[in-house]
């Protein structure tokens, strides 16, 4: 399990994810927010109006319930507002990001 740090336009968040999904952070990132989000009859809940809304913990959750139900990734701590990624505390800029 690695860190990486996520975002939704708000504040960024550490999450503890599998090391595949933290050395492909990116793929995984798009094959949820492209792909499964709107093809997936499990994301029904996520369409709403047209409109797809989610953020970063239902990213987490689609991890935890489809990728790797037997993995489980987690929260580990809030950073608060980084400027999307731009001014991350000290120790944390090599972490892989993404903000959706």
Do not use: Q
Request: proline share 5%; charged share 25%.
């Amino acid at each position: 399990m690695k860190k990486i740090i996520l975002s939704a336009d708000s504040a960024s968040i550490v999450y503890l994810v599998p090391d595949v999904v933290a050395d492909n952070l990116e793929e995984y990132c798009l094959e949820f927010c492209t792909k499964w989000l709107y093809n997936s009859p499990n994301a029904k809940k996520y369409r709403r109006n047209g409109f797809l809304c989610y953020n970063e913990r239902d990213f987490i959750d689609y991890l935890n319930t489809y990728i790797f139900p037997n993995c489980e990734s987690k929260m580990i701590e809030n950073l608060g507002w980084t400027d999307l990624g731009n001014k991350l505390p000290a120790g944390y800029e090599g972490y892989p990001y993404f903000n959706f």
